[in-house]
Each structure stands twice: as structure tokens, then as C-alpha cells.
């Protein structure tokens, strides 16, 4: 795999620049991050999603052993 540079990374970038112009790499950029935020936000509600069953389960099979 080719290592790129600085100046071949600067020309890629002028060429995407000319190619899809700055309103709508501003567009593409904030769609993206809306995405990656909704993505991290659902993770995290699933993790604590998770914990709590996995509580409520310790919880019910310590009450029954007590029992």
C-alpha cells in the first residue's frame, strides 16, 4: 500500500473540493456526524439496557436462594 504524503493528501483534497464543492462536503460532514452520534447513543442505551437485566437477574437469583 502506498504511504501518501502531504502534498499528495493536499491534491486529493483540492480534487474532492472541485468535484463535489463546500456546501456539500459541509452536508456529507454533518450528515456523518449526526450518524456516528445516533450510533453512540444507541450503543450506550444498549450497554445499560444490558446491566440492568443482568442486575435484575443477580437480584431475583439472590432472592431466591434466600428463600
Same mark, same amino acid.
Do not use: H
Given at each position: ?6 502534498? #499528495?493528501?493536499? !491534491? +486529493?483534497?483540492? +480534487? ?5 464543492? $463546500?456546501?456539500?462536503? =459541509? ?7 449526526? $450518524?456516528?452520534?445516533?450510533? %453512540? %447513543?444507541? !450503543? =450506550?442505551?444498549? =450497554? #445499560? #439496557?444490558?446491566?440492568?437485566? !443482568?442486575?435484575? @437477574?443477580? %437480584? =431475583?437469583?439472590?432472592?431466591? @436462594?434466600?428463600?
Amino acid at each position: 500500500m502506498p504511504n501518501f504524503g502531504v502534498w #499528495e493528501w493536499l !491534491v +486529493i483534497l483540492i +480534487i474532492v473540493l472541485v468535484i463535489f464543492g $463546500a456546501s456539500r462536503l =459541509k452536508d456529507i460532514g454533518q450528515g456523518l456526524g449526526g $450518524a456516528i452520534n445516533a450510533f %453512540r %447513543r444507541e !450503543v =450506550k442505551q444498549g =450497554k #445499560e #439496557e444490558e446491566e440492568d437485566r !443482568v442486575s435484575d @437477574s443477580i %437480584r =431475583k437469583q439472590e432472592e431466591e @436462594s434466600e428463600a
